[in-house]
């Protein structure tokens, strides 16, 4: 199974550290940001990397060339930071079957494993692994709504009173369908093409989407205090 990581934002907020070489590079213990991602992304039997770029592209190809710890690397350009679903487009030339999708700029530890088994065993077009969070968390961002089995019932963004406290973690799986739904997404309220929307649309469409429970650690990298959090997580 392939795996496309979006990795071509400015990292604007993680400033100063980004002063000097694009977010995916900065170092979080001993390495770059990226590279804990692609090890966890390793043990999962990965096959290939394609690593989606865009600012300061130059830097992250000349770091990983053409693969990482014996994986290959395929780069793929996006050329403005325009969301996730543009930034899944980006890598659909290179990608024939069903796929995982991890956020570049996470660390996260636990039962990302349990994402590949459900997507391989699960007859399923998509497989998201969620984490609860508290109630004014979840009315900043989209929630999901499941049934008892797991299976994705509706996506509610930014609710006033929310129907659940499940969020995204940043890990995905999907059948090549989803390309489809991102053609179809339209730009949202803040000018991007949300992932959110593509996976509304699968289940406009009736695909059968599906909820692993996040059992595990992880930090988001978006400031200076969260690549301290993330510091501490690898146990620098």
Known sequence: MKAVIPAAGRGTRLRPHTADRPKPLVAVGDRPLLSHGLDRLADLGVTEFVIVVGYRKEAIVDHYGDEFEGIPVTYVHQRE????????????????????????????TGNLDAVVERQRTGDVDA???????SRDEAADTGVFV???????????????????????????????????????????????????DAVDLFLRADRRV?????????????TPDDRDRAERLVGR
Do not use: W
């Open 146 to 196: 499941t049934d008892d089995d797991g299976r994705l019932e509706a996506v509610v963004e930014k609710p006033s009173a929310p129907p659940s406290t499940q969020v995204l973690t940043g890990l995905f799986a999907f059948s090549p369908d989803i390309f489809h739904a991102c053609h179809l997404v339209q730009p949202s309220a803040r000018g991007e093409y949300e992932l959110t």
């Open 127 to 133: 497989t998201l692994l969620v984490d609860e969070v």
């Open 81 to 108: 930071p325009r969301g996730l679903a543009d930034a899944l487009l980006r890598a659909e030339s290179a990608v024939d079957d069903d796929f995982l999708v991890f956020n570049g700029d996470n660390v996260m």
């Open 210 to 222: 599906e909820t692993v429970a996040f059992d595990g650690r992880r930090v988001n990298v978006n």
